[in-house]
């Protein structure tokens, strides 16, 4: 009776949440990027809960509401963010303690959560192979997301390490979801199988255990969690595509070549990031309601993590090399995706910085003779010590590599880390958004907060596929960008030549900003 009851209220709650995800989804339009014009004031970045009181996160530099650039601001889009985050402390939170399960058959379950207009307006998540039966770990650590956590601990073994989660307080009734699994290479079928896990049920599980299934759940949670929390939000949108957007705003002109390349990637990013930070970091929000661990410690993790930013993983083949996982003795389609995309972007910059960066005589080195650039170099440094180019080691050649992972943290890894997951983390009978001490599937009010959460990850942006010529600075500029948007649609037409897999990132998936 009294589940019932607890449905009766929380339903017309669920209905509202679903309209406005709806909402944001049906409104929401791919912003057009004009030529820049030198009209903003300097943004000075402040610890987060400085620009938002709510949120104790005190490593964390953003840019406060006051100085987000004019020509990003959008009032109606703030406030209707603003009213959102208010509704989640009142009557009307999309949370209701005490509901039911969801249905244990994962389509079921799913068909009811995305339903109506939102299926209508986008297509229902695919099941991914590797979920088909019980989760194979193994083609996971080279397919998909999940690929980047695949490290060389050893000869011929590799592993996922998220043991440090274990370190920060989880919600009551939630398993610890800290956990490690070893990789072995197989070297006959060039591929990897997962050989042992360790995590709250014990060390050494193998998958001959009965316990195995279960340990896999975890480490699947352990991953998706770190993905979204860590790589997604603090590493792509405040460690780095805010920073590298704080730098060039303050640093170099409207008219700098430099300012004209980075335009289209980094339009938006300091208002998307104010309005997404408060929907999904503050009390309440997305983050705490969805995932494992407490809010006060979900915003340690956030400062952690901040602080240790490697921006290398924005260069697919060097974080592979670091890895260990190139020219290991086993397949890695996800790495070849990847560095096939880097290697585009690459090939735009080089061709880009040639135009405007001479080394002619011969160990002539143009970029340092341009104080601007140097600048920005500098600040990029200050703001991001994780770069490896600065104004003592520039050359033509590292700026490139380096700007080009720029574009790819915005673009590519952007992608991977966040829409992409539409095809994964909703399939929660294999990777559980968390997990109960009873291993119970989730209740339906959090595995409706998650469908939604990950619905709006995919609103209509600007593709990256989209010509941006009308900002170039001269004619040059423009053939260089008319080439690179070729040279994306050639490998477009490559892949499709090939059957399509859930796995594989492609370039008309990919948008140019992460603008929300």
Not at 12 to 37: H, M, N, Q
Not at 107 to 122: E, H
Not at 137 to 153: D, E, H, K, M, W
Not at 298 to 314: A, K
Request: with cysteine.
């Amino acid at each position: 009776m009294l589940t019932a009851v607890r449905m009766l209220i929380w339903l017309p709650r669920r209905w509202l949440w679903d309209f406005i995800a709806w909402g944001k989804f049906f409104f929401s339009r791919p912003p057009k990027i004009e030529r820049p014009v030198d009209d903003w004031q300097p943004i000075v970045p402040k610890p987060m809960f400085e620009a938002i009181p709510a949120l104790p996160v005190y490593k964390v530099m953003v840019c406060p509401r006051a100085d987000v650039p004019k020509d990003e601001r959008n009032a109606r889009n703030t406030k209707f963010y603003d009213i959102q985050v208010r509704l989640y402390s009142t009557c009307l939170s999309p949370m209701q303690a005490g509901l039911p399960q969801i249905d244990a058959d994962p389509q079921v379950a799913l068909k009811k959560a995305f339903n109506g207009l939102r299926r209508k307006q986008f297509p229902a998540p695919k099941l991914p192979a590797e979920f088909l039966g019980s989760p194979d770990l193994g083609s996971l650590a080279v397919r998909g997301p999940f690929a980047c956590y695949t490290t060389q601990i050893g000869n011929n073994s590799f592993a996922w390490d998220l043991d440090m989660l274990n370190g920060y307080q989880h919600h009551p009734d939630l398993i610890k979801i800290g956990s490690r699994v070893r990789f072995s290479v197989d070297t006959v079928q060039r591929s990897l199988r997962a050989v042992e896990i360790d995590c709250a049920l014990g060390k050494k599980i193998t998958p001959t255990d009965a316990r195995w299934d279960r340990a896999s759940k975890i480490v699947l949670c352990a991953a998706s969690t770190h993905l979204s929390l860590v790589r997604h939000f603090n590493w792509v949108h405040l460690a780095g595509g805010a920073q590298l957007a704080i730098a060039t705003r303050n640093c170099l002109s409207a008219n700098h070549p430099l300012f004209r390349l980075l335009w289209p990637y980094i339009y938006g990013t300091q208002q998307s990031n104010d309005m997404v930070t408060r929907g999904q970091m503050v009390p309440g929000g997305d983050f705490e309601t969805i995932f494992s661990l407490k809010f006060d410690e979900m915003c340690r993790l956030f400062d952690d993590t901040y602080v240790n930013y490697p921006h290398i993983v924005n260069d697919p083949e060097e974080d592979g090399k670091l890895r260990g996982v190139r020219g290991a003795g086993f397949d890695t389609p996800t790495q070849d995706n990847l560095e096939e995309l880097f290697d585009v972007l690459h090939h735009f910059v080089r061709n880009y910085l040639k135009i405007y960066y001479s080394e002619y005589p011969t160990g002539a080195n143009g970029v340092r003779r341009d104080p601007a650039t140097l600048t920005w170099l500098t600040e990029l440094n200050k703001l991001v010590p994780s770069v490896d180019v600065d104004a003592t080691n520039v050359t033509r050649a590292n700026l490139a590599r380096m700007l080009a992972s720029q574009l790819y943290l915005v673009t590519v890894q952007h992608e991977i880390l966040g829409s992409f997951m539409w095809n994964y983390q909703l399939w929660t009978h294999r990777q559980p958004a968390r997990i109960y001490n009873d291993f119970r599937r989730e209740p339906l009010d959090v595995y409706q907060r998650l469908v939604n959460a990950n619905y709006n990850l995919n609103v209509h942006r600007r593709a990256l596929m989209h010509n941006f010529d009308h900002i170039a600075l001269d004619y040059r500029a423009k053939l260089a960008m008319i080439q690179f948007q070729a040279d994306l649609a050639k490998l477009q037409a490559e892949m499709d030549s090939q059957p399509y897999a859930v796995w594989k990132v492609y370039p008309r998936d990919l948008k140019v900003n992460i603008n929300a």
